[in-house]
Nanobody
Framework: QVQLVESGGGSVQAGGSLRLSCAAS????????MGWFRQVPGKEREGVAA???????SYADSVKGRFTISQDNAKNTLYLQMNSLKPEDTAMYYC????????????????WGQGTQVTVSS
């Protein structure tokens, strides 16, 4: 059973930085896709960034140049480095994973973490 546990959220002032982590366990697939999403109450969940086992990455336009997704395969951990944070980045951030998929073949994520809250004050 795939399990994802996020950490690293918190409160920060605009312009600050945070690094989110997502510890993955329960699978050792050779190919996979992992991503970060965020959601504000009352709004739809938004894809933030994604990475696959080939190292390909994608970003939402709203975070390009400010956020960086990366992974440490030895630690089975996904990261999201968030710099130059803005109040509009405030949201619950979720990690997601889909084994046996790449960015080009991904249909949907079937495994989700519980989320970590990021609050950016102006």
């Amino acid at each position: 059973q795939v399990q994802l546990v996020e950490s690293g959220g918190g409160s920060v002032q605009a312009g600050g930085s945070l690094r989110l982590s997502c510890a993955a366990s329960g699978y050792t697939y050779s190919s996979y896709c992992m991503g970060w999403f965020r959601q504000v109450p009352g709004k739809e969940r938004e894809g933030v960034a994604a990475i696959d086992s080939d190292g390909s990455t994608s970003y939402a336009d709203s975070v390009k140049g400010r956020f960086t997704i990366s992974q440490d395969n030895a630690k089975n951990t996904l990261y999201l480095q968030m710099n130059s944070l803005k109040p509009e980045d405030t949201a619950m951030y979720y990690c997601a994973a889909e084994p046996l998929a790449t960015l080009s073949t991904l249909y949907e994520y079937n495994y989700w973490g519980q989320g970590t809250q990021v609050t950016v004050s102006s």
